[in-house]
C-alpha cells in the first residue's frame, strides 16, 4: 500500500531553491521519511531522512510538519545536476525488518 | 564509503534461460540485502529481503520459485531469474543495509540490472 503521494513533476530555474512536497498522513508515530533520488537508469541515492525534527545535511534540508502528515524536501540552490526522480520513502517494520515503501516520485527537471 | 555493486549491468537472454544478478556490499557488512524491481517510468518494487545465512522473505504476489535469493555472505546476495520470460524484461536494483543502529543504518543501492529477455 502506498504510504506517500507526490506530484508528478515539478520545474525549478537553476539556482533557485527547489522546494518537493511529499503526503504521509497515514504514517506511524515510529516511521521514519527518507528521501533519495534517481538519476536516469541508475540506482536511488540517499538525500536525507528524519523522523520528527527538521534536518539538514550539505545536500538538503527537510522539513516536517508537527503532525507529521506531510514533509517537504529543500534543495536550496538547484543546479542542472539536480535533474532526477525525487522519491519521498516511509521506513516501515515489517515481519522484524526495517523496509523501505517507495512513494511514486517527482520527476524534478532544472532548467538552464 | 558504502559503495554497493551489481553484475552484470545489463543481460540480454533468451526466453526460458535463467540469469543470475551478483550486488556485492564493497566496503561494510550488509546483514540485509533487499531485491527491487522497476519497470519503466515506474517507481520501485520491492521483491524480497533477504538476510546473511536465511531464507529470503518475499513480497506478496513475488514468485519464490522463480526469483531464487542466496545471500551467502555479508558482502555477496544473488537473484538467479529462473526460466526467464519477456514478461520478466526490467530493471533489477539491489540495495544494502549495515548493522542495525550503526553508521549505515539506512540502504545503500546499487546501480541497478538492465534485463532483456527476447
Known amino acids: 500500500d502506498a504510504k506517500t503521494t507526490q506530484p508528478t513533476s515539478m520545474d525549478c530555474a537553476e539556482g533557485r531553491a527547489a522546494n518537493l512536497p511529499c503526503n504521509h498522513s497515514?504514517?506511524?508515530?515510529?516511521?521514519?521519511v527518507y528521501w533519495y533520488r534517481q538519476i536516469h537508469s541508475q540506482g536511488p541515492q540517499y538525500i536525507i531522512h528524519g523522523l520528527k525534527n527538521n534536518e539538514t545535511n550539505e545536500m538538503a534540508s527537510l522539513i516536517i510538519t508537527e503532525d507529521r502528515k506531510s514533509s517537504t524536501l529543500i534543495l536550496p540552490h538547484a543546479t542542472l545536476r539536480d535533474t532526477a526522480v525525487y522519491y519521498c520513502?516511509?521506513?516501515?517494520?515489517?515481519?522484524?525488518?526495517?523496509?523501505?515503501?517507495f512513494g511514486t516520485g517527482t520527476r524534478l527537471k532544472v532548467l538552464a | 564509503g558504502a559503495v554497493v555493486s551489481q553484475h552484470p549491468s545489463r543481460v540480454i537472454c533468451k526466453s526460458g534461460t535463467s540469469v543470475k544478478i551478483e550486488c556485492r556490499s564493497l566496503?561494510?557488512?550488509?546483514?540485509?540485502m533487499f531485491w527491487y524491481r522497476q519497470f519503466p517510468k515506474q517507481s520501485l518494487m520491492l521483491m524480497a529481503t533477504s538476510n546473511e545465512g536465511s531464507k529470503a522473505t518475499y513480497e506478496q504476489g513475488v514468485e519464490k520459485d522463480k526469483f531464487l535469493i542466496n545471500h551467502a555472505s555479508l558482502t555477496l546476495s544473488t537473484l538467479t531469474v529462473a526460466s526467464a520470460h519477456p514478461e520478466d524484461s526490467s530493471f533489477y536494483i539491489c540495495?544494502?543495509?549495515?548493522?542495525?543502529?550503526?553508521?549505515?543504518?539506512?540502504?545503500?543501492f546499487g546501480p541497478g540490472t538492465r534485463l532483456t529477455v527476447l
Open positions: 566496503d561494510f557488512q550488509a546483514t540485509t
Open positions: 540495495s544494502a543495509r549495515g548493522l542495525a543502529g550503526g553508521p549505515w543504518n539506512e540502504q545503500f
Open positions: 497515514t504514517i506511524s508515530g515510529n516511521e521514519y
Open positions: 520513502i516511509v521506513r516501515v517494520l515489517a515481519s522484524g525488518t526495517y523496509k523501505y515503501i
